[in-house]
T-cell receptor, first 112, second 112 residues
Framework: DAGVIQSPRHEVTEMGQEVTLRCKPISGHDYLFWYRQTMMRGLELLIYFNNNVPIDDSGMPEDRFSAKMPNASFSTLKIQPSEPRDSAVYFC??????????FGPGTRLTVL | TQLLEQSPQFLSIQEGENLTVYCNSSSVFSSLQWYRQEPGEGPVLLVTVVTGGEVKKLKRLTFQFGDARKDSSLHITAAQPGDTGLYLCAGAGGTSYGKLTFGQGTILTVHP
């Protein structure tokens, strides 16, 4: 069984560059979540979708962050322009209906 | 904003010792989850507790939900090196169980 798939697993970029993180949820799941994990703030919910529609984006830190879900099997989280303080591990998670989510392996982002 | 305070942040013990991790909140959650996370991976669900006073056991791990559903504890008996990892508590509320509020985590190291 394929779990949540995230790519890339590691991303190193320079400040000011655009970064796009990708996620493929578990097939059949109708909820998709983007979380960010840092040493200082722990795991925080950024945004979540239900049936491809953004439901709550109150955790998105600023306008530099955007997320899309064009179809049920793909989502992106984009940071433009990136800043060093965006360095973190970004997790995508998906769930069926209101069940607890399964997390992907994460993308470790380093912004120099 | 609902917050979860987890303690201790770090725990370093010898194989065979017992330990307890605490998770406290000023708010009531509809359910509380415990996750374990290993380096380079996403959090993996260990248990969900829903009812006040509930106790669940998973081999050497015992989970308890406080009567008021605001606090929880994880007790490990006779810890083993394989128990080493980051332990996270997370509260669920609202319309989706995927909208989780996480504690800061406890980094457990069990030395052989």
């Amino acid at each position: 069984d394929a779990g949540v798939i995230q790519s890339p697993r590691h991303e190193v970029t320079e400040m000011g560059q655009e970064v796009t993180l990708r996620c493929k949820p578990i097939s059949g799941h109708d909820y998709l979540f983007w979380y960010r994990q840092t040493m200082m703030r722990g795991l925080e919910l950024l945004i979540y979708f239900n049936n491809n529609v953004p439901i709550d984006d109150s955790g998105m830190p600023e306008d530099r962050f955007s997320a899309k879900m064009p179809n049920a099997s793909f989502s992106t989280l984009k940071i433009q322009p990136s800043e060093p303080r965006d360095s973190a591990v970004y997790f995508c998670a998906s769930s069926l209906s209101r069940a607890l989510p399964f997390f992907g392996p994460g993308t470790r982002l380093t912004v120099l | 904003t609902q917050l979860l305070e987890q303690s201790p942040q770090f725990l370093s013990i010898q194989e065979g010792e017992n330990l307890t991790v605490y998770c406290n909140s000023s708010s009531v959650f509809s359910s509380l989850q415990w996750y374990r996370q290993e380096p380079g991976e996403g959090p993996v669900l260990l248990v969900t507790v829903v009812t006040g006073g509930e106790v669940k056991k998973l081999k050497r791990l015992t989970f308890q939900f406080g009567d008021a559903r605001k606090d929880s504890s994880l007790h490990i008996t006779a810890a083993q090196p394989g128990d080493t990892g980051l332990y996270l508590c997370a509260g669920a509320g609202g319309t989706s169980y995927g909208k989780l509020t996480f504690g800061q985590g406890t980094i457990l190291t069990v030395h052989p």
